[in-house]
């Protein structure tokens, strides 16, 4: 089994959120594509920014979502870097964003946020699902897929180190399973556009059978942005911010 160097069986996954997008500009509203929403010019700047922070990780594997916005981030994250700049990049259904509800009523932009601000809060509760209708995806379903995703991609031979671009909700649910809070920990978790956690797993070989099995997980670093270190300026939370008209963003 391929590890880090010094390690007999620790990889390390660098998981990303995608850059800055804009759910409501017109282009969007128009198409009614919400999964197909580009990177807006300072989501691009905020993933060249973490592309040169990781320009010198020898990157065996590259995944995301599959959805655009994952794809955009992780390819300008690769772009800065010379010897990963072809590196193939996967997709991995089970890592798309949290299904939201399709029956919410509707309402203001400025109320939709408010209403959304705090939907982490309750993950916890028996029931309790995305969005502000009644046929969200369960978060115990998204977080299920999450640890699928993430079991099979460390089952998997051959690479040490790996890119994975994916979303706020989603990485939220895998930081709470990580760290073996689950559910009630993830409203902890701010996960700002083009961040960056670093997770260290380590694996030992499954005693009664085949394959590896987690022994340890390390959070080695969590929601770093190479655009703005020490988040100055940043005071509001990923989803206000994202949620506030385009001229509010610096």
């Known amino acids: 089994m391929s590890a880090l160097p010094g390690t007999t069986g620790r990889r390390r996954i660098y998981l990303m959120r995608h850059g800055h997008v804009d759910y409501f500009s017109p282009e969007v509203i128009a198409s009614g594509d919400y999964n197909g ?19 010198d990780i020898p990157f065996d594997r590259a995944v995301c979502s599959g959805y655009r916005r994952t794809e955009e981030t992780a390819r300008l994250v690769l772009s800065r870097h010379a010897e990963c700049a ?22 203001s932009r400025e ?5 959304m601000a705090f939907q982490f809060d309750n993950a916890a509760e028996p029931g309790a699902r995305m969005g502000l209708g009644t046929d969200g995806e369960l978060f115990s379903a998204a977080a299920a897929r999450g ?6 991609l460390l089952s998997e031979p051959d690479w040490a180190t790996m890119l994975v671009v994916a979303h706020e909700g989603i990485n939220r649910l895998l930081l709470g399973w990580a760290t073996g809070a689950g559910l009630k920990g993830v409203q902890a978790f701010e996960q700002d ?20 099995e987690i022994s340890r997980a390390m959070i080695k670093a969590l929601n770093l942005t190479p655009y703005n270190h020490t988040k100055f300026g940043m005071n509001m939370t990923s989803l206000e911010r994202i949620m506030s008209p385009a001229e509010e963003h610096h």
Request: aromatic content about 4%; charged content about 25%.
């Open 37 to 55: 929403v580009p990177l807006t010019p300072l989501g691009r700047e905020q993933a060249l920014a973490a592309g040169d922070a990781l320009a």
């Open 86 to 107: 072809d590196l193939p990049l996967e997709t991995e259904p089970d890592l798309v964003e949290l299904h939201g509800s399709t029956d919410a009523p509707p309402m």
């Open 111 to 115: 109320k939709f946020a408010a209403a």
């Open 147 to 152: 640890e699928r995703a993430f079991l099979r």
């Open 193 to 212: 556009t083009a961040c960056i956690n670093i997770l260290d797993f380590d694996l030992v070989p499954v005693e009664t059978g085949e394959g590896n």
